[in-house]
């Protein structure tokens, strides 16, 4: 268990529908990453956070939005589905350690994903 | 552009040792990660390297060559439970750790 949790497990739905997906950091962690993983790709990163302020995005479609609230979790909003949509969603979670005016490498742990199905 | 290439699959014996390379070519970067993922599960941490040379962790070693763009993962004493995708990740330069993910490679181990 990494200490980072996300909800629901599953979700299935239709195209053009939105869904919310969540998670909560490890206790202590600033950053939260939220990342696609679908079956013929790797993952995919989509967009950081740390302490409620976006830090790097990636490809991430404009249909999608993410934010940080003020007790760190995360929520990663999926909207106007298709079915290429389908995938499981990952967040994970670190601390930031900075050094002499550069960040420090610190791990990210993964949540245990949230399996996505448009139909 | 990002690209990190992995074989896509391999296979190797129980009790034997597999090398998994990876190679890459990164605007950015600023270290390199394995991560072990089961099917369906989540990615969990293997090693890290940022300067070169080899990184050991028990039968766990990663090997770094920033010159070449290139690593590997090696896996001693194989067992059934290796059995798993392994992905290399680049983080990238600045003010960010997110990582930049290869597609991994699937490890098939057999008895």
């Known amino acids: 268990d990494s200490g980072v949790t996300q909800t629901p497990k599953h979700l299935i739905t239709a195209t053009g529908q939105r869904v919310t997906l969540r998670c909560s950091p490890r206790?202590?962690?600033?950053?939260v990453y939220w990342y696609q993983q679908s079956l013929d790709q790797g993952l995919q990163f989509l967009i950081q956070?740390?302490?409620?302020?976006?830090?790097a995005k990636g490809n991430i479609l404009e249909r999608f939005s993410a934010q940080q609230f003020p007790d760190l979790h995360s929520e990663l909003n999926l909207s106007s589905l298709e079915l290429g949509d389908s995938a499981l969603y990952f967040c994970?979670?670190?601390?930031?350690?900075?050094?002499?005016?550069?960040?420090?490498?610190?791990?990210?742990?993964f949540g245990p994903g949230t399996r996505l199905t448009v139909l | 552009g990002q690209n990190i290439d992995q074989p896509t699959e391999m296979t190797a014996t129980e009790g034997a040792i597999v090398q998994i390379n990876c190679t890459y070519q990164?605007?950015?970067?600023?270290?390199l990660f394995w991560y072990q993922q089961h099917a369906g599960e989540a990615p969990t941490f293997l090693s890290y390297?940022?300067?070169?040379g080899l990184e050991e962790k028990g039968r766990f070693s990663s090997f770094l060559s920033r010159s070449k763009g290139y690593s590997y993962l090696l896996l001693k004493e194989l067992q059934m439970k290796d059995s798993a995708s392994y992905l290399c990740?680049?983080?990238?330069?600045?003010?960010?750790?997110?990582?930049?993910f290869g597609t991994g490679t699937l490890l098939a181990v057999q008895p």
């Open positions: 994970a979670s670190s601390v930031e350690r900075w050094e002499a005016g550069a960040l420090q490498y610190n791990e990210q742990f």
């Open positions: 206790s202590g962690d600033l950053s």
């Open positions: 956070y740390y302490n409620g302020e976006e830090r």
């Open positions: 990164t605007s950015g970067f600023n270290g």
């Open positions: 390297n940022v300067l070169d």
């Open positions: 990740a680049v983080r990238d330069y600045g003010a960010t750790n997110k990582l930049i």
